[in-house]
């Protein structure tokens, strides 16, 4: 029995609203300590910061999961609704304190908006990210048929442009956006038919190794 069948068959008793449960928690937790001081000095900043950055790390378990599926067999499909649902909150909660608690004023959204490349990237890959949200339902996947796979492939669009945006926005060149933009490119790229072939001949060679017949 390979790893992947007891992982699936965990995960088969995990329910889905935990998922939910757990990655909302943070989100309260968080503002919590904003508001009580426990996020240093820049409250704002710092809630901000975070929560973009857990955005962008249910953005990347979103990528992983066709993968893992594909590579090792390890299937966390029935958690990707929640995921995404769970990202685009995060998204949304990091653009509302910089709109509502750190602009504090309408007149400066759009000057911010034209004025700082980072800030235009990072608000098409939100706008990428509202019809995905929207047509994250049951009705919505009915509805629109094969048209639902191909519009949540905005999806790659969106974490790419979130990655860039989060090179952009800290100073000078630090390792921890980079390595965001990089894992997200190597999962983009493991969608490529002229890349994915060549990993799936080695992996199915590698599983026959493992398991020769007779014996």
């Avoid at 000057?111 to 890959?125: E, H, N």
């Avoid at 047509?135 to 979130?162: D, E, I, M, Q």
């Avoid at 800290?170 to 390792?175: A, C, E, F, P």
């Amino acid at each position: 029995m390979g790893l992947a069948d007891p992982i699936n068959k965990t995960v088969r008793r995990v329910p889905v609203w935990s998922v939910y449960l757990m990655g909302a928690v943070p989100m309260g937790w968080l503002f919590y300590q904003g508001a009580t001081g426990g996020l240093g000095p820049e409250p704002i900043k710092a809630l901000e910061h975070r929560y973009g950055l857990i955005a962008l790390q249910l953005l990347v378990a979103g990528l992983c999961i066709t993968p893992l599926i594909r590579f090792v067999r390890i299937n966390l499909m029935r958690f990707r609704r929640a995921i995404g649902v769970l990202a685009f909150s995060y998204v949304a909660a990091h653009l509302l304190v910089w709109l509502v608690l750190d602009l504090r004023s309408i007149a400066l959204i759009w000057s911010d908006i034209v004025k700082r490349p980072y800030i235009t990237i990072g608000m098409v890959g939100f706008l990428c990210l509202q019809p995905l949200a929207m047509t994250s339902n049951n009705w919505s996947v009915r509805r629109l048929g094969p048209l639902w796979r191909k519009l949540h492939k905005l999806t790659y669009l969106a974490v790419l442009l979130g990655a860039v945006h989060f090179v952009m926005l800290v100073k000078g060149w630090q390792w921890e956006p980079l390595l965001y933009l990089g894992a997200i490119v190597c999962l983009l790229a493991l969608r490529i038919p002229a890349i994915q072939g060549p990993l799936l001949q080695v992996r199915g060679g590698a599983m026959k190794s493992a398991h020769p017949r007779g014996g």
